[in-house]
Every structure is written in C-alpha cells, then in structure tokens.
C-alpha cells in the first residue's frame, strides 16, 4: 500500500501529498507521472511526480481538486493509503548541457515544472524561471522553484503578487532583454502552453510542452490520451508526455478534453451534494 505520510494545503483545492514508494522515487526522473487510484474502484489519476526522496523511498505529488476523482483523494489523511500507484510512466525529459533554459509555469503546471528545473540545475543550466497564477494565493512551490532556479520571474493576473502580466509577456520581454535561451519549458493550461509556442516560434526557440490529455490506462492501449503532433498522431502517456510545443495542435487537444466535461460535471456536482448530506 502507498501510505500518505504527508499532506499540506498550498492553494485552495490544490494539496501536496508525500507518498510511500520507494521503488518508484529510486527509478523516476523529472518528467514523468504515475498513475493513481485511491480505493480499488476508482478512477485511475495521471498526476505528474513533484519531487521524489529516494532515501525516505517518498514521491511528492501536487494535486488541484477538479472533479469527483480529486474530491474523494482531498479526503485521504495522513496515515491513509492510496490503492495503488503505477509508475514512473512517460518519457523523460531530455536533460544535457546547453546554456539558459528557460522554465514557463502556470497555475499547477508549476508542480511538474520543478524536477525539470532542478534536473537542468543539477547539469549545470542557467534556468530561469517564470510563475504565472491568477492571484497570489493560487501561486504555488514559489520556494522549490526558488531554490531549483537562478532566478524566479512571478506574475499574476490581478496584480495582487509580482508583476501584473501574464507569462507570455515576461517571456517575450526576457527574450528581447537576455536574447535567444537554449529552450524553453512550458507547463500549464493548454492555452497557455499554445501562446507560449506562439511567443518563441518567431524566435525558433526550441520549446517543450507537457500535455496533460484524458487518459485511462496511462499504458498506450486504451488511445484516449491521443494527440496530434506534427501531422501525426502520438500518445501523451507512452510518447510523451513532453512533445515540440510548436508541432502540437492545440485546438484538436482543448477540443477532445471537452468531451466528457458535462458528465464530470455532474459527477462532481452530485458527489458534492451528497458529502453535504452526510455533513462531510
């Protein structure tokens, strides 16, 4: 079983759980995610890994609360297991000396973000990087990301911590101001990661996007994850989940993320109504 030895609250609805398994934090490495199921009729959860402890045998996993599946995980406490935890899954991030990198993260994107950072940190990369939430208090792992980075750019989007400004436009700024970075990282909403593409596909700035697509098995067999990149068609669970933020057809992916939102929906909705029944 995956005891959860640590559980804290960083943001409305988003929480950090430090999890048991060791297998796991021994063999991952920045990029990829496992798959989660809390009780052994649940839904199967890709969530990317964190940060991982491989003397403690603990991989850190950040979670939004988004839907029914989210809802009963928020419910686990500390000394509570989690069914099962498949992984690491994915492939990982390509990691090489190559100068500045820049890191993009946005709303919980910032969670996957960090091992990246630190793995390009650990190499001998310059990375920069650049948070982006709505408001202060959405802002999370501002510290982690402080001590992967040599440098932290924050922005939201009320003003109310950092710059008012969304990401694209400090990125475009720190380009035109330190020049043309090795590669750039991007890790949020897709819309964001499609305008991060847009903003330094005029400069051919090689740049990663990691997708976070519908997916059930997280093994290449069920499809549903499927995206097209470059005209063709790839599997974010198996193929990915990292792909060339400038082959990506973002449009295609928003759309298929959509097809189940008003079942989700009314999952959430109807759980909800059900835990305030229960006076939970």
């Known amino acids: 079983m995956f005891e959860v030895v640590s559980k804290q609250t960083l943001a409305p609805k988003v929480t950090r759980y430090v999890v048991r398994a060791p297998d796991i934090a021994k063999a991952r490495k920045a990029g990829q995610f496992v798959m989660v199921r809390v009780g052994n009729q649940s839904e199967r959860i890709p969530l990317t890994i964190a940060d991982a402890d491989p003397q403690a045998g603990t991989i850190t996993l950040v979670v939004q ?31 090489e000396k190559k100068g500045l990198v820049v890191c993009v993260g946005g709303g919980i994107g910032i969670a996957p973000v960090h091992p990246i950072a630190q793995a390009h940190k650990a190499v001998g990369n310059e990375v920069i990087s650049i948070l982006g939430a709505r408001t202060k208090e959405l802002l999370i792992m501002e510290a982690e990301l402080r ?15 950092g710059e008012k400004a969304l990401v694209t436009q400090v990125l475009e700024r720190l380009i035109k101001e330190r020049g043309k970075p090795a590669e750039v990282i991007a890790i949020g909403p897709p819309i964001m990661m499609k305008f991060v593409a847009a903003t330094t596909l005029p400069y051919e700035i090689p740049t990663q996007v990691s997708l976070n697509s519908v997916m059930v098995d997280g093994t290449g067999m069920c499809g549903g994850c499927r995206v097209t990149v470059g005209g063709e068609t790839k599997f974010v669970c198996v193929d990915g989940p990292e792909f060339d933020g400038h082959a990506v ?13 008003d079942q989700e ?16």
């Open 65 to 95: 609360e988004v839907g029914k599946s989210t809802a009963i995980m928020s419910t686990i406490a500390v000394g509570d297991a989690f069914h099962d935890v498949v992984g690491p899954l994915g492939s990982p991030t390509h990691i």
């Open 265 to 280: 929906k009314l999952a959430y909705e109807a759980y909800l109504a059900g835990r305030a029944a229960q006076g939970a």
């Open 147 to 161: 001590a992967a980075s040599s440098e932290v750019l924050i922005c939201t989007d009320d003003g109310s911590y």
């Open 249 to 261: 057809d973002f449009d295609e992916m928003m759309r298929r993320q959509q097809f189940y939102a």
